[in-house]
Every structure is written in structure tokens, then in C-alpha cells.
């Protein structure tokens, strides 16, 4: 069973728009959330994450939104570059091990 | 560079023959994980050791897998009699103490059965 879900396998924005990528997940004792992204032929590079005690988390560009009640998360990125094109993996901790969703391919566009 | 490091980039082998994998954490990190990724999915848990004890194993890791971590700093992934279905991207992460929910991850190490 799927426990975290990346509904949409790829989204396609233009430079400077704002991306929006969402994760769904159904264990509710998970307990901390990652957004990780992967370039081709190199592992995940670790990119932001939330506690479940908070609703939201910003670093820079990228802002995380949790929404518990609908065991759902969203990541944020504003203004998307050409350069954030690769793969985004959303992750949740049970405090050992993370599970990760299947990714979503993004592309911006220049 | 500190970052975590795997070793070696890429393996082919023949159906049968054994492998060995070996990562090398960030320094300091008291835990070390394994995730094995297939094309179209996202890296799935195999086992961690937090120092040299080895915690907790994946159903996904048969007995012809072993992993070690014998002085809790490198740690070796053994795959013995090697099948078509053991091909995918092994993944190496480390994590500190106080913060294991924040994994890094290595660059990983790309095993191809022929």
C-alpha cells in the first residue's frame, strides 16, 4: 500500500510563475514531512521540511504547507527558475525511516 | 567535500555473482541508511544502524542481502547470488543525532544483472 502519494507524475510552468506540488499521505503518525529534489544519475538533495506541529515552513523560494486534517502537504516555489527542472520526492518520517512518494517531474520553462 | 559517498558508481554483474557496496556518511552522523530506487518510484527503506547496531530491516531485504557497519562509520551492502530483479539505484543516507528525520543522501550506486 501506497502510503504517501505524488498524484501527478509531471507539471509544466513557465519561468517566474509559481510551482505548486502536492503529497498526500494516510499513516497519521508520521510525524515529520521532507521535500527532497533529484537531478538525474545523483541522489536526493535535501530541500525543506515541516514538523507536524506546524502548518507551515519557509526557506527562501520554497515554502511547505501541511494541512493534517486533510493528511496533505504542498510545496511551494516562487518564482520557479530554470535551473529547479528535476525530479521532486515528498518524504514522511516515522522517526526512523522515511517513505517517499513516487516524485513528480518539474519542468520551467524559459 | 563531506558529503555522503558511495562506492562504487556503477556495478554490472551476471545473474549469480555477489556484490558488495560499500558508503561512507558524513562524519559525525550517527545514523546510516539503505534505500534501494527502481525506475518510476521513489527510494524505498531497506535497513539503518544508528553506530554499529543495525535497528531495523525492510521486509524488502531478503537473506541474500547483509548489511554491516562494523565500527559505525562506513558501512558495506552484500547482495549474494544476484537476480535480474536486484537491478535498480542503491542509495546511501546519514542523518545526525538529534535530527534523524533530515536524511542526506550519497550519490548512489547503480547495479545493473544481466
Given at each position: 500500500?501506497?502510503?504517501?502519494?505524488?498524484?501527478?507524475?509531471?507539471?509544466?510552468?513557465?519561468?517566474?510563475?509559481?510551482?505548486?506540488?502536492?503529497?498526500?499521505?494516510?499513516?497519521?503518525?508520521?510525524?515529520?514531512?521532507?521535500?527532497?529534489?533529484?537531478y538525474?544519475?545523483?541522489?536526493?538533495?535535501?530541500?525543506?521540511?515541516?514538523?507536524?506541529?506546524?502548518?507551515?515552513?519557509?526557506?527562501?523560494?520554497?515554502?511547505?504547507?501541511?494541512?493534517?486534517?486533510?493528511?496533505?502537504?504542498?510545496?511551494?516555489?516562487?518564482?520557479s527558475q530554470p535551473g529547479d527542472s528535476a525530479?521532486?520526492?515528498?518524504?514522511?518520517?516515522?522517526?526512523?525511516?522515511?517513505?517517499?512518494?513516487?516524485?513528480?517531474?518539474?519542468?520551467v520553462?524559459? | 567535500?563531506?558529503?555522503?559517498?558511495?562506492?562504487?558508481?556503477?556495478?554490472?554483474?551476471?545473474?549469480?555473482?555477489?556484490?558488495?557496496?560499500?558508503?561512507?556518511?558524513?562524519?559525525?552522523?550517527?545514523?546510516?541508511?539503505?534505500?534501494?530506487?527502481?525506475?518510476?518510484?521513489?527510494?524505498?527503506?531497506?535497513?539503518?544502524?544508528?553506530?554499529?547496531?543495525?535497528?531495523?530491516?525492510?521486509?524488502?531485504?531478503?537473506?541474500?542481502?547483509?548489511?554491516?557497519?562494523?565500527?559505525?562509520?562506513?558501512?558495506?551492502?552484500?547482495?549474494?547470488?544476484?537476480?535480474?530483479?536486484?537491478?535498480?539505484?542503491?542509495?546511501?543516507?546519514?542523518?545526525?543525532?538529534?535530527?534523524?528525520?533530515?536524511?542526506?543522501?550519497?550519490?548512489?550506486?547503480?547495479?545493473?544483472?544481466?
Amino acid at each position: 500500500d501506497q502510503q504517501v502519494k505524488q498524484n501527478s507524475p509531471s507539471l509544466s510552468v513557465q519561468e517566474g510563475r509559481i510551482s505548486i506540488l502536492n503529497c498526500d499521505y494516510t499513516n497519521s503518525m508520521f510525524d515529520y514531512f521532507l521535500w527532497y529534489k533529484k537531478y538525474p544519475a545523483e541522489g536526493p538533495t535535501f530541500l525543506i521540511s515541516i514538523s507536524s506541529i506546524k502548518d507551515k515552513n519557509e526557506d527562501g523560494r520554497f515554502t511547505v504547507f501541511l494541512n493534517k486534517s486533510a493528511k496533505h502537504l504542498s510545496l511551494h516555489i516562487v518564482p520557479s527558475q530554470p535551473g529547479d527542472s528535476a525530479v521532486y520526492f515528498c518524504a514522511a518520517s516515522d522517526g526512523n525511516k522515511l517513505v517517499f512518494g513516487a516524485g513528480t517531474i518539474l519542468r520551467v520553462k524559459s | 567535500d563531506t558529503g555522503v559517498s558511495q562506492n562504487p558508481r556503477h556495478k554490472i554483474t551476471k545473474r549469480g555473482q555477489n556484490v558488495t557496496f560499500r558508503c561512507d556518511p558524513i562524519s559525525e552522523h550517527n545514523r546510516l541508511y539503505w534505500y534501494r530506487q527502481t525506475l518510476g518510484q521513489g527510494p524505498e527503506f531497506l535497513t539503518y544502524f544508528q553506530n554499529e547496531a543495525q535497528l531495523e530491516k525492510s521486509r524488502l531485504l531478503s537473506d541474500r542481502f547483509s548489511a554491516e557497519r562494523p565500527k559505525g562509520s562506513f558501512s558495506t551492502l552484500e547482495i549474494q547470488r544476484t537476480e535480474q530483479g536486484d537491478s535498480a539505484m542503491y542509495l546511501c543516507a546519514s542523518s545526525p543525532q538529534g535530527v534523524w528525520e533530515t536524511q542526506y543522501f550519497g550519490p548512489g550506486t547503480r547495479l545493473l544483472v544481466l
